[in-house]
């Protein structure tokens, strides 16, 4: 009777887990798409500029790690950075918090990142999710 239980559980608690690393994966792309977006606000407000952005880069950070150490703060002389993430959140799909990158100028299926700026985020994953989807499609 004890087996036929423990045989039960066994693919719930699994199912359960996928879904807690799911919701993380989900919460990472959120605060890492929403601190771009806050990234891409302060240039087009003017709020930083000048050597901080680099011409081409569409006013989108030129790396993750930007977002982490944060830019200065246009027409500010105390020297305070404007920051966007306190650091880069965890893939727990690939248990690292290196993450696919996409700039503006890449395609939009594009695989590889071309550089320039970091426009989107995505899950190194290839891994399929509970719902059918890549985890990379995300």
Known sequence: MLAVLASAVL?????????????????GLRDL????????????????????????SEGYPPDLDTLVEGVERMNDASGTKLKFLRRIPYDPMTRSDEWGLRSYQDEPDSTSWGGDNVYDVYSRSDATALDGTSYNEW
Not at 11 to 27: D, F
Not at 34 to 52: E, H, R, S, W
């Open 33 to 56: 798409r929403i601190a771009i977006d806050q990234y891409k606000d302060a240039v087009t407000l003017q709020q930083i500029g000048g050597n901080n952005v680099r011409a081409g």
């Open 11 to 27: 693919p719930l608690s699994r199912v359960t887990m996928q879904r807690q690393r799911e919701a993380t994966l989900r919460r």
